[in-house]
Structures are given as C-alpha cells and as structure tokens.
C-alpha cells in the first residue's frame, strides 16, 4: 500500500482481557518494527522483524506481548491479560532496509484499558 | 548504551522567529541520527537524517540539522517559523551496528504564535 496501516485506530478494552493490533506495512518493505508511545513520552522500542522472524523482541516488556509476521507482511501485536499500565499509542513502522534509512510510521492505534 | 535528550519539553517562538530545538545523543560508536515530526493525531514524520558525510543536513518544510561530533549535538534549526510548523519534534539515534533499533527522545513541542 502507500503507507503503513495500523487497525484500529483507537481500541478500549477492559482490564484482562486480550487485544490484538494489526500492522500492514508498506509493500515491500522488508523490516518491520513496533514501538509503544506513553503519553508525554519518545516512542519505545518492542520488536523488529527482517521477513518472518522476530531479529530482536529485547523491548517487549513481559510475556503478556507477543507479535507474528507469519508471511513477512502484516504483523499483529498481541497482549493477554492487559493491564491499565499497557494504555499507550502502539505505533508500528517498517522500512526497506536497516533503519539507518530511517522509518515510515503508521498512524498508530491509541490502546486504552480501563 | 546510546541514549537521547532533547533540552525543553516545550518551545514557544513567534512566527517568522528562529527555531531551535536542541539534541545531544551519546554513543560509543559513530551515530545514525534523525529527526521526526509529529503533528497533532498523526504518525510520525522522517524530518531529516545523518548517516555519512557532510555534517549540516538539509530536510522539508525548510528545517536543517548539524551533526558536530565534539558536542555530540545534532540540533534541528529553521530559519522562520511558519503556523503550520506546531508539532512535536522527537531526535532519535541508531548505530551502525546492524542498525535495527532506533532510540528517541522524549520530544519537544514547538508552539508557534501569531
């Protein structure tokens, strides 16, 4: 597509339950990254895929996250068992390369637990 | 570890006034540096980057950077502030090391006034 697409955009849900965030990169574009931005807050790094596979989960922050790109394109973010302290804008990004050619975002998607 | 800090979480100018918002990284090896725009319920934006070579980069809407080494600043300036330049601004950093993560300031936002 023209840009990268997150779904949905904005998402309630209530504490414990389980959430899934979609991702659709740009086509083509072989890394896939996904950041969290508190409010206030510089976006934070999660995970970065090269094709299928997860290169570097160092910044999922416990084993409630976890994130696929089965076929090297779309990517969905999963969290169990949500908590109000996972509120955030999850924003995903992908670029052709190494990220020293720096990111498209995608709009993000505005996650609230209450 | 790199790490990022933009000084002043908020700048206010008058139009027609110059911009500068400042940025200083620290890292152990030779940086990849950006800025990002964000305007208000969008993703971010790719402002400019420094990979290699000349030091002074030039980006949209008029906005220039100067990678100095010594001062391990990457400050993002802008002759005249327009209206349509009110954002939040985040400087991130990435090493050459594979340069898969990309870390980001907390932002600055810049208030442009009449």
């Known amino acids: 597509g023209a840009g990268v697409s997150q779904t949905p955009s904005n998402k309630v849900t209530e504490k414990g339950k389980y959430v899934e965030l979609r991702c659709d990169p740009i086509?083509?574009?072989?890394?896939l990254y996904w950041y969290r931005q508190s409010l206030g807050q510089g976006p934070e790094f999660l995970i970065y895929f090269q094709g299928t596979g997860a290169a570097d989960d160092s910044g999922l922050p416990n084993d409630r996250f976890f994130a696929v790109r089965p076929e090297g394109s779309v990517s969905t973010l999963k969290i169990q068992r949500t908590e109000r302290g996972d509120s955030a804008v999850y924003l995903c990004?992908?670029?052709?390369?190494?990220?020293?050619?720096?990111?498209?975002f995608g709009s993000g998607t505005r996650l609230t637990v209450v | 570890a790199q790490s990022v800090t933009q000084l002043g979480s908020h700048v206010s100018v008058s139009e027609g006034a110059l911009v500068l918002l400042r940025c200083n990284y620290s890292?152990?090896?030779?940086?990849?540096l950006f800025w990002y725009v964000q305007y208000p319920n969008q993703g971010l934006q790719l402002l400019l980057k420094?990979?290699?070579?000349?030091?002074l980069v030039k980006g949209i809407n008029g906005f220039e950077a100067e990678f100095k080494k010594s001062e391990t600043s990457f400050h993002l300036t802008k002759p005249s502030a327009h209206m349509s330049d009110a954002a939040e601004y985040f400087c991130?950093?990435?090493?050459?090391?594979?340069?898969?993560?990309?870390?980001f300031g907390a932002g600055t936002r810049l208030f442009v006034k009449a």
């Open positions: 990004a992908s670029s052709s390369g190494q990220s020293v050619y720096g990111y498209t």
């Open positions: 890292s152990s090896v030779p940086p990849y």
């Open positions: 420094y990979t290699t070579g000349a030091t």
């Open positions: 086509s083509g574009h072989t890394a």
């Open positions: 991130a950093v990435t090493l050459d090391t594979g340069g898969f993560k990309t870390i």
